[in-house]
């Protein structure tokens, strides 16, 4: 389950720590070691939520990791930007991943540079900035297609289908979701699941339900051996989206049984699992699942207001609301509707406001 597989690499981070401590290899070889754990803890954290313990890796990481490990260093110039935005320090975000890209030794080689391209990416889709994404994706796409980066021109293509998504600019999310999720090998495969669920999500959107439900099914059994539960987990997730539109509540409700949503990890993503588990938690319309719709959805909130992201809460907004509905709370339902319409108005964020209707 989630908590174990999340729990083992904490734990093999601390016994490779443990280790380090207890050896008599010279500074010269332990160090970058030791370096490498705190980059790999730092990353581990950030994703979970916990920016400010993993700022705190960055520095020991920076001052450990040899300079000529300079992929490493462009790692750490790309989590501490994301750290510092996860604490609504937007400027400082920006300035510290922009010094990474003006640093020689970490842009000499176009990989390096990547990574901090796509954290400038990241930055504008998590504070819902869809021109500036566009713009960026589009430099990163570029960016890729020169020094031919497949991984780039991937996560760059489907980071372009998230903006047109937003837009309601189907053919063109459609376009860019198709090339992003047409090749498994090319793209990380947190980025490739994403993109497939987008490609599905758009299909949707169209009125292809089937289509949708038949790449969700047929990525499943094809990666089943090559992704791992977590994003196994992802693709079902994003089957009970797309049943629960369609009508199927029986077939959606025999997944919640069969889902643990915790942690909630990602919140930077397209598509979020949880939201789809309460979606039908909703639908269900029991005290019973509105009690665990309510406790998920205060968690869900809590940790995007907290960490700044923008996209997530604009998922969670109106997913509030229609829990304030069912709770028979007006006045609470229209606050939370006000706010989704406020943070969305300014980018014109057509598409999840159509997802409630």
């Not at 063109?172 to 699941?193: G, H, I, L, V």
């Amino acid at each position: 389950n989630h908590h174990t597989l999340i729990q083992q690499e904490y734990e093999a981070l601390d016994r490779t720590a443990k280790l380090l401590a207890e050896t008599d290899l010279p500074s010269e070889v332990a160090d970058p070691i030791r370096g490498e754990v705190y980059l790999l803890r730092a990353n581990l954290l950030g994703w979970h939520n916990r920016a400010s313990e993993a700022l705190a890796m960055v520095a020991p990481a920076k001052s450990l990791l040899p300079a000529q490990w300079r992929y490493a260093h462009a790692a750490i110039s790309m989590i501490q930007g994301l750290g510092y935005a996860q604490q609504g320090e937007a400027e400082l975000a920006e300035q510290s991943i922009l010094a990474g890209l003006n640093e020689h030794h970490i842009g000499e080689n176009p990989r390096h540079k990547s990574l901090l391209l796509y954290a400038l990416t990241t930055l504008d889709w998590t504070s819902l900035d869809l021109q500036g994404l566009k713009q960026s994706a589009a430099r990163y796409l570029e960016y890729g297609q020169r020094f031919d980066l497949q991984e780039t021109e991937a996560v760059a293509q489907h980071f372009l289908g998230c903006a047109h998504y937003h837009h309601n600019e189907l053919s063109e999310a459609e376009a860019y979701f198709r090339t992003a999720a047409s090749n498994p090998y090319k793209a990380n495969r947190s980025f490739y699941t994403q993109a497939v669920c987008g490609l599905a999500f758009t299909y949707r959107a169209l009125g292809r339900h089937q289509e949708a439900l038949e790449l969700l099914g047929a990525t499943r059994s094809d990666m089943m051996d090559q992704l791992g539960p977590l994003l196994l987990g992802v693709l079902q997730a994003g089957q009970a989206e797309v049943t629960l539109a369609e009508g199927d509540i029986a077939r959606a409700f025999g997944w919640v049984e069969a889902y643990d949503p915790q942690p909630i990890a990602g919140l930077q993503m397209f598509f979020i699992p949880q939201t789809a588990f309460i979606k039908v938690l909703l639908a269900q319309n029991t005290s019973s699942s509105l009690g665990r719709a309510a406790a998920l959805l205060t968690q869900y909130l809590e940790l995007a207001r907290k960490n700044h992201f923008k996209s997530a809460l604009l998922y969670a907004l109106p997913l509030q609301a229609l829990l304030n509905a069912r709770q028979g709370q007006e006045a609470a339902a229209m606050a939370s509707l006000e706010e989704a319409v406020r943070l969305g108005e300014v980018e014109s964020l057509v598409r999840v406001c159509l997802l409630y209707t």
